[in-house]
């Protein structure tokens, strides 16, 4: 490949002899003519001119002119954008709404899906997970699999290793914290390829030994953050959990772990894990799996060639421990893949991306409406251009350069109001005291994004009329000007008839949020969200005993339940819709499952036994959990309806015995049903759930939210039970404190409906807008065009109503055709979304109401043009051709 | 001499690329010869300025519409000749049949020399 001026030297030789020798011509030319030697070579060196600046100018010719002529037409269009600021600016914020939105939902996208992780090569490294037998793909192993995988599958991964999350108290002088901790295999750090701001990282060595390595690497935010980054903080002694720790190194600027939206703040080596609430044996009891499982593949082997040996580990894992790990079918994932197993993201981020797409689209239609008027208007100007050597060729880019230029500017602006879109965006409370990392901050790829979407905005607004304006420019001349307006006129219907259509999709999709959102707030959730508080805590997180954690719990429900204006106070492991679940395979006695041995997880929850007066969830049959039960009485479980249903059919389920999968050595007897609640969806039909004492499970569930019934407003409470909590236990930290209608408002809860509509809303709002200026301007201009012909008619005798008809036929009609195809898109549309809507994605009530609502609003912009129309004055409008 | 001056007219931006592959349809040239061919063909009327003349055999050159290469000329000097290329031919058939539309078009505005004379 030769650049243009990159044999730039030996062309100037050659030019400079083409430029010697045309002189010598001349002057021998001029000799023959009968003047002198030196008269000769003077004349024709005058006749040339400055030979060095010729020399330069025709050398430019193979380097520069592309430049120049752009820049030139830069220029050229800044000046005449300048020319009409009304146009411009008007174009300019229709673009920059249509990018801003594109721009606020990509950063959205490419925070949750595109950015990679701040680790060497990220797309070398792979997640593993597995199947067993027909069952659920889970991606948490126990430790020895972990081991056994690691020793066994070098061949297709240069390391594995693994970790746990966790959430831990970390005290500092006195000071506490809540922070959430990864437990790491010892070439944790070294399998990601990171080395460390500060101090050193978490060392192959450590972490094989139950309670060994007391040591600790924080994240390098956090380090900013709450230690100012002293770099002294390196050797600082601390305690986490009540145990002393010693802080040995920062992880580098950045890095949070290997979650997309949860910031790790904590690494310490995987044996530590004992000082959280783990099971003790955790690091040799092949059936507790705990650890999240990632690899770095070895170079030159593919995802696929790693499958299939992991596909023979299994089964050898499968042979070798039948007891544990019967039918393990173990898969490696990208970690996108690991994310999001279901596609909902991906469909999600889709879905908003089309809809920004679609506004902008109807953004472009508006921009290349008055650009078409604007060619019109400049018909003549390009006719004069082309008569006077412009090439066609040169006069669209022209054109187009004017149009690039001007969504340039849109796209700068669109950043503007991208970036104040996407901090609105990222400031959403999403109800939880977990360190969320939701950084919708914008990287080179959302300004790359943006600069795309303007360049083809530029392009797709400027291209139709750009072109037409430069044809037919001889015909312009020779009629004088009349111009071609007829075709373009088509032209123009049909955009508005787009867009139309594009903003009843728009508008639809927010209505079938906005109506599921208000569905989701009238569901009956099976339990009475009014009036109670929910208090979050873990007093293992400041090192107390099991028997003081105990201790502790049962004091606080007696002082709370004391308070005046408390109806009733219970502690629960969970609560409904929020971020943290426990779930567990039950095995059922006497009950066989179907086909497989595949049961999946069932989410389940740790009361006290006033919990179900609390949330008002009434019980069907048997008792609730007493004060009596408690570790050494049997072990009791209440169950939902559901649970009931699927493993009890017509049967009374009382005095029936499961066993817990992670915990096999006790028969829990039902005693008691209650009413199916929800718990972990608002949308997905209700699943099978079970209730376990807390006397009786204390052991990994001292993180427990106290929930509070008060008869009054619940706010007014909460200063005085956290009081409460401070004088029994004044160094806990109490987290997620909110009441539980607020607890509603999460991801998985109301919260999702909530920003689905509003994102909806406001692009369907945008697009209204756009829409009815659209029809608005084709219906004015439809009118103004026919200035004449109306003036005719009513001077034939047409009634102002008869003139009023007319004009309206014209929007109606456009109106008419764009709700019909805006129905169909959106009836397509509706079917993407469905699975996140409460009401159907055909709900009738949206699709009529919104039809109405846009055609209502179509149509009252039609009136202004048309009363415009009515009030021409015939004698007028006939002098004025 | 100074009659001569008068008469001479600016070349329309773009027609000298058009007066460029026109003169080359009559064979191989080098810039002198081109700039000589015009003068001469226009009855002395259209005098190329030769500090135009180079930058557009250049950019003729890029576009490919016309070839160069160096040759002896008959006083057995090294001149750089251009031809018209396969490209430069159809450039040439549609620009002429557009000058004939524009001064068609131009010669319609400005009506028939009579009437002008009439007034």
């Keep these: 490949m030769k650049f243009p001026w990159g ?101 959205m996208v490419d925070s949750i899906v595109l950015r990679p992780l701040p680790i060497k090569d990220p797309d070398q490294t792979a997640v593993l997970a597995f199947h067993k037998g027909n069952g659920p793909l889970q991606f948490r192993f126990s430790v020895p699999d972990y081991q056994e995988l690691g ?22 002088n006195g000071k506490s914290d809540r922070i959430m901790t990864n437990y790491v295999s010892g070439n944790y750090f070294s399998v990601l390829g990171l080395k460390p701001a500060l101090g050193r990282l978490i060392l192959p060595s450590e972490g094989e030994t139950l309670g060994a390595d007391p040591v600790m690497v924080l994240s390098y935010s956090y380090w900013q953050v709450h230690f100012g980054g002293d770099p002294n903080v390196v050797g600082r002694a601390v305690s986490v959990n009540g145990h002393p ?249 049909a955009l508005a008839v787009a867009q139309v259509a594009g903003s009843l999709m728009l508008l639809i999709i927010a209505g079938l949020y906005a109506r599921s959102l208000m569905e989701a707030q009238r569901i009956d959730l ?37 308070l005046p204006g408390v109806e009733s106070a219970s502690i629960a492991a969970v609560v409904p819709l929020g971020y943290l679940s426990n779930a567990d395979t039950p095995v059922i006695d006497g009950y066989e499952p179907p086909t497989s041995q595949s049961v999946p997880p069932f989410l389940y929850n740790v009361i006290s036994p006033d919990y179900f007066e609390t949330m008002r969830i009434p019980m069907v049959r048997g008792r609730t959990f007493t004060s009596a039960d408690d570790a050494n009485t049997q072990y009791v479980g209440i169950v939902n309806e559901a649970m009931s249903k699927q493993f009890w059919p017509n049967q009374d389920p009382i005095g029936h015995h499961f066993k817990l999968g992670s915990e096999p050595g006790h028969s829990i007897e039902v005693v008691g049903v209650v009413k199916d609640s929800r718990f972990d969806s608002i949308t997905s039909p209700i699943a099978p759930f079970f209730y376990l004492p807390f006397a009786q499970h204390y052991t990994f569930n001292s993180l427990e939210t106290l929930q509070v019934r008060t008869y009054a ?83 034939l005798g047409a009634s102002p109503a008869d003139v009023l008809k007319m004009v309206f036929r014209e929007g109606a009609m456009i109106v008419l055709v764009g709700l019909a195809i805006g129905l169909a898109a959106a009836f397509a549309a509706g079917r993407v979304a469905r699975n996140f809507l409460v009401v159907s994605a055909t709900d009738p009530v949206t699709y009529v109401t919104v039809s109405v609502l846009l055609a209502t609003i179509a149509l009252a912009a039609c009136y202004i043009p048309a009363r415009r129309a009515m009030r021409v004055d015939p004698m007028v409008a006939l002098r004025y051709e | 001499m100074k009659q001569r001056y008068q008469n001479r007219i600016e070349l329309l931006q773009g027609t000298l690329d058009l007066l460029i592959l026109q003169t080359l349809r009559w064979g191989a040239q080098h810039g002198y010869g081109i700039a000589l061919a015009i003068r001469a063909n226009s009855g002395d009327i259209l005098q190329v300025d030769t500090g135009s003349l180079y930058p557009a055999l250049h950019r003729l050159e890029r576009q490919k519409l016309i070839a160069a290469e160096w040759k002896l000329s008959e006083n057995n000097q090294r001149v750089r000749v251009y031809r018209l290329s396969a490209a430069g031919k159809k450039r040439l058939a549609s620009e002429r049949s557009r000058w004939a539309q524009i001064s068609q078009a131009i010669a319609g505005i400005l009506g028939p020399a009579g009437e002008e004379s009439e007034a």
Excluded at chain 1, 154 to 172: E, K, P, T, W
Excluded at chain 1, 747 to 752: A, D, K, R, S, V
Aim: aromatic letters at 6%.
């Design chain 1, 526 to 562: 099976g339990f009475d969200s009014s009036h109670v508080l929910n208090l979050s805590m873990d007093p293992n997180q400041i090192g107390n005993s099991e028997a003081q954690g105990r201790e502790f719990y049962k004091n606080l429900l007696d002082r709370v339940r004391a």
């Design chain 1, 713 to 795: 407003a619940p706010e007014a409470m909460m200063p005085e039970i956290q009081r409460t909590i401070a004088t029994l236990s004044p160094d806990l930290l109490v987290f997620d404190v909110e009441t539980m209608r607020q607890g509603l408002y999460t991801l998985g809860g109301l919260l999702g409906f909530q920003i689905g509509a509003g994102l909806a809303a406001s692009l369907g709002g945008l697009g209204l807008i756009l829409a009815i200026v659209g029809v608005y301007g084709v219906v004015s201009f439809a009118a103004s065009q026919r200035t004449h012909e109306i003036g005719i008619r009513m001077a």
């Design chain 1, 151 to 172: 020793d066994q599958a070098s061949a297709s991964f240069s390391g594995l290793m693994c970790y746990l999350s966790g959430m831990d108290g970390l005290a500092v």
């Design chain 1, 245 to 493: 720790i010693t802080i040995v190194g920062i992880a580098p600027a950045g890095f949070h772990g290997m979650s997309p939206f949860l910031s790790v703040q904590g690494f310490l080596p995987l044996g530590m894990a004992s000082i959280g609430v783990y099971p003790k044996d955790f690091m040799v009891n092949r059936g507790e799996r705990l650890v999240i499982v990632t690899g770095r593949l070895q170079p030159g082997i593919t995802l696929q060639q790693a499958q299939s040996s992991l596909g023979v580990i299994g089964q050898r894992l499968s042979q070798t421990y039948p007891n544990t790990d019967e039918a393990m079918n173990i898969q490696a994932f990208l970690r996108l893949q690991a994310a999001d197993p279901q596609h909902t993201t991906l469909v999600i981020s889709g879905l908003f991306l089309g809809l920004a797409a679609l506004v902008l689209l109807l953004a472009c239609t508006n921009v290349a409406n008055f650009l078409l008027v604007r060619a019109t208007a400049r018909e003549r100007e390009m006719a004069i251009r082309a008569a006077l050597g412009a090439v066609r060729s040169r006069l669209i880019r022209q054109l187009l350069t004017e149009s690039v230029v001007l969504a340039f500017l849109g796209g700068v602006a669109g950043l503007l109001l991208g970036y104040f879109g996407s901090s609105t965006l990222g400031s959403i409370h999403l109800q939880t005291d977990l360190p969320v990392q939701f950084d919708f901050g914008f990287d080179w790829r959302v300004f790359t994004y943006a600069l795309v979407v303007a360049l083809l905005t530029g392009v797709i607004v400027g291209i139709a009329p750009a072109i037409r304006s430069s044809s037919g420019l001889a015909t312009v001349l020779r009629e004088g000007g009349r111009g071609i307006a007829g075709g373009k006129y088509r032209l123009r219907r």
């Design chain 1, 7 to 107: 044999d730039g030297e030996q062309r100037k030789k050659e030019l400079n002899e083409e430029i010697v020798s045309h002189l010598q011509m001349a002057a021998r030319d001029r000799e023959a003519r009968g003047e002198s030697p030196t008269q000769a070579a003077d004349a024709a060196r005058r006749e040339l001119g400055n030979a060095g600046v010729v020399q330069d100018v025709t050398h430019d010719q193979w380097a520069w002119t592309w430049l120049e002529d752009l820049l030139q037409d830069v220029r050229h269009s800044l000046r005449t954008l300048r020319k009409s600021p009304g146009f411009t600016s008007i174009a300019v914020l229709t673009l920059a709404l249509g990018i801003g939105a594109n721009t606020t939902i990509f950063s």
